[in-house]
């Protein structure tokens, strides 16, 4: 069986990550979707929103498991048995963070590849921090992030 794992923040989900979990579906067996505890960043939503935001959008997809993890990715994923890591691409940019983390993590742990996806064109602007700033300013936020999350998240700035 091959499993793979897509990791990130997902504070929130985007389009664009809905988008790299469909494609990542579609070439592995089993797929991990797991939200990073990263003390050093401040979140709009705590890690058990995340995840359930992600469960919810994606229901009982029985090839799809959501998890959070702590620490170095390759360590977790090889507690997962996960073959592959899921990055997604939107820019040059993301490219040159990438390839120095895909790098990094072949030299931790040489038995997990990680696998590039391109951002799809309607997703390529599209970011988690620029999704909080749009709504926080009031502006339109259908079509950048799945109605369930654009509930919670127009509900998160309304209390703030």
Sequence with gaps: ????????????????????IERALEISDH???????????????????????IEEHFGDNPKLTVASFEGLLVDFAADNDCQAVIRGLRAIADFEYEYQMANMNRKLNDTIDTVFLMADPSNFYVSSRLVKEVAILGGDLHDVVPPTVRERLLDRVKSR
């Design 1 to 20: 069986m091959r499993r793979a794992i897509y990791p990130g923040s997902f504070d929130p989900m985007t389009s664009g990550h809905v988008n790299i």
């Design 31 to 53: 797929l991990i979707v797991a939200v990073a505890r990263n003390i050093s960043k401040t979140a709009m939503f705590s890690v058990d929103e995340r995840m359930e935001m």
